[in-house]
């Protein structure tokens, strides 16, 4: 699914416009990103949840010449599914 998808999936559910349920869709992503950008989890409960994970520093091999690359550590995003939402996936 694409934004835009997803965009026509919220206008249709809520019955507001594409316009404006774009408008509701950046605000929830921007929120999100502003959290995790501030150090914060985001919960959504049902949903899921929203975190920043550090990653150490490591030593890597370039394929194509096997040379030793190091990676330097890094903050990462990551996600979490909620319990319902593993359900609802999981349906057989």
Do not use: Y
């Not at 694409?2 to 919220?10: G, M, P, S």
């Not at 929120?31 to 914060?40: N, P, R």
């Not at 989890?41 to 370039?62: D, L, P, S, Y």
């Amino acid at each position: 699914m694409t934004k835009a998808d997803l965009i026509n999936a919220v206008a249709e559910k809520t019955g507001f416009s594409k316009k404006d349920s774009e408008k509701a869709i950046n605000a929830v992503t921007g929120a999100i990103t502003d959290a995790l950008v501030s150090g914060d989890k985001v919960q959504i409960v049902g949903f899921g949840t929203f975190e920043v994970r550090e990653r150490a520093a490591k030593e890597a091999k370039n394929p194509r010449t096997k040379e030793v690359i190091k990676v330097p550590a890094k903050k990462a995003p990551a996600f979490k599914a909620g319990k319902s939402l593993k359900e609802a996936v999981d349906v057989k």
